[in-house]
């Protein structure tokens, strides 16, 4: 029998379950991904753009590339993904995300293609795509080393991977916990844990070890009097983005 599950943290995915039916309301528990969304879309488009050599004027960009959206969600990098002319499937292992995922793409006329799985599922089936996003994920699986051994196996060579994480440090336990979770209470406590955020240097490690080649990172920055986002060359002590590739393209 296969073990692809074995990344899979099954108290992480009944967290995620819990909040499925919030995940378009800009004000409710993914609050924070809302405004985060804006950052975090033009750090994948621009990434996306220099490496496959694309036209960000043109209307449907990414035409021909075929985009993996890891936890997915109720598709808030997916449906944009879409209109940007990929061909984008949405994976999420919390079930009840996929229903509200795939009604919003509906009334938004956009066809993209949700399931309820795995990246390692995904892998084992000999998918394979160009781009894989795989945000404020790795933090939440059991094995974060042969969660991102999937995800290497899932890009074509020369295919681009976008993670995103939370560094683990004083500075971002009060900002993601206490700030988040306690104060702000952007997000019901408990949401993540502090003990499993990963250092800029550990995800190096995991990334290479995996088989990838780092190529670039930024911080996600918070601006608490502009209550905005932004993308740092220097800061990546709490949110940040790495993009690395598959060596062969």
């Known amino acids: ?8 943290d099954p108290a992480e995915v009944a967290k995620f379950e819990a909040m499925a039916a919030e995940w378009w309301d800009p004000h409710g528990k993914f609050k924070p991904l809302h405004m985060m969304n804006p950052c975090r879309l033009e750090y ?4 996306v753009a220099a490496e496959f050599g694309r036209d960000r004027r043109a209307p449907r960009p990414f035409e021909g590339l075929r985009v993996l959206d890891i936890g997915c969600g109720g598709g808030l990098l997916s449906e944009p993904m879409a209109r940007l002319g990929a061909d984008v499937v949405g994976v999420d292992a919390a079930e009840r995300n996929i229903p509200v995922a795939r009604l919003h793409a509906e009334q938004s006329g956009l066809a993209i293609d949700y399931r309820h799985g795995t990246a390692e599922a995904l892998a084992e089936a000999g998918e394979a795509f160009d781009v894989v996003l795989n945000m404020e994920v790795v933090e939440h699986v059991a094995d974060p080393a042969g969660y991102l051994r999937a995800c290497h196996d899932l890009l074509r060579p020369g295919g681009l991977m976008i993670c995103s994480t939370i560094n683990r440090n004083p500075k971002s336990w009060l900002m993601a916990i206490v700030g988040a979770e306690r104060v702000m209470r952007w997000l019901p406590v408990g949401t993540h844990d502090w003990q499993k955020f990963i250092t800029p240097a550990e995800l190096e490690t995991l990334l290479r070890g995996a088989g990838l080649a780092p190529v670039d ?16 060359d220097r800061d990546l002590s709490v949110n940040y983005v790495t993009a690395s590739l598959r060596p062969g393209g």
């Open 1 to 8: 029998m296969s073990d692809w599950t074995d990344t899979v």
């Open 44 to 47: 994948v488009v621009a990434q």
């Open 217 to 232: 990172a930024k911080g996600f920055v918070f601006d608490p009097l502009g209550w905005s986002w932004s993308l740092s």
